[in-house]
């Protein structure tokens, strides 16, 4: 299978632990990107990468949050001290081609619960 | 500020008629459009896409359209299939920097009954 993969597929803890998901994108994509999805809302964007730089942060994304494409081959997605407004399914996708016109290729997220 | 609107939360349609969802936006910015399919439990599946410079786009079954004046698109699945069951993202984007920023619609969902 050569689509986004993301692990874990679901992700339960307890308010205040920190949380990391991981996503690997398709292996010829140079931009990666973030997204979260709270239940009845479309998916928002969080961050993207081209290549291992960070070119754009969401305001939604607090202190809490870091993002990091080491090498910019996978990524990674890390949230501090979590809180229950925090859960969602968070969504990572790929995408190559020219820029304003590309097709994202989405992975099948993670879904984070906070209790 | 929703920029993006889906309207239909739900759509129940009859095997082998036509479905038409229908999605309006705010943002003039906006030049390029999506349409993503997504199943429970999975990520958003990309269906078709539309150019702000045309105003039709077809593949296979589904149709795009888009009226730039009144700010609206729609997508068309002619025959509607029971698979087609799922709900549908409208999707628009305005090229920020080197990336396409996709901003979502809420989503209808799809009911393609025998």
């Known amino acids: 299978d050569t689509g986004v993969s993301q692990d874990p597929r679901h992700k339960i803890t307890k308010r205040g632990q920190n949380v990391t998901f991981r996503c690997d994108p398709i292996?010829?994509?140079?931009?990666l990107y973030w997204y979260r999805q709270t239940l009845g809302q479309g998916p928002e964007f969080l961050t993207y990468?081209?290549?291992?730089?960070?070119?754009?942060k969401s305001r939604l994304l607090s202190d809490r949050f870091s993002a990091e494409r080491p090498k910019g081959s996978f990524s990674t997605l890390e949230i501090q001290r979590t809180e229950q407004g925090d859960s969602a399914m968070y969504l990572c996708?790929?995408?190559?081609?020219?820029?304003?016109?590309?097709?994202?290729?989405f992975g099948s997220g993670t879904q984070l619960s906070v209790l | 500020d929703q920029q993006v609107k889906q309207n239909s939360p739900s759509l129940s349609v009859q095997e082998g008629r036509i479905s038409i969802l229908n999605c309006d936006y705010t943002?003039?910015?906006?030049?390029?459009f999506l349409w993503y399919k997504k199943y429970p439990a999975e990520g958003p599946t990309f269906l078709i896409s539309?150019?702000?410079?045309?105003d039709k786009n077809e593949d296979g079954r589904f149709t795009v359209f888009l009226n730039k004046s009144a700010k609206h698109l729609s997508l068309h699945i002619v025959p509607s299939q029971p698979g087609d069951s799922a709900v549908y993202f409208c999707?628009?984007?305005?090229?920020?920097?080197?990336?396409?920023?996709?901003?979502f619609g809420t989503g209808t969902r799809l009911q393609v009954t025998l």
């Open positions: 292996s010829e994509h140079n931009r």
């Open positions: 999707a628009a984007s305005a090229l920020t920097g080197t990336a396409s920023k996709l901003t």
């Open positions: 996708a790929s995408s190559s081609g020219t820029a304003g016109n590309e097709k994202l290729f």
């Open positions: 990468f081209q290549n291992e730089a960070q070119l754009e």
């Open positions: 943002n003039s910015m906006f030049d390029y």
């Open positions: 539309i150019s702000s410079i045309k």
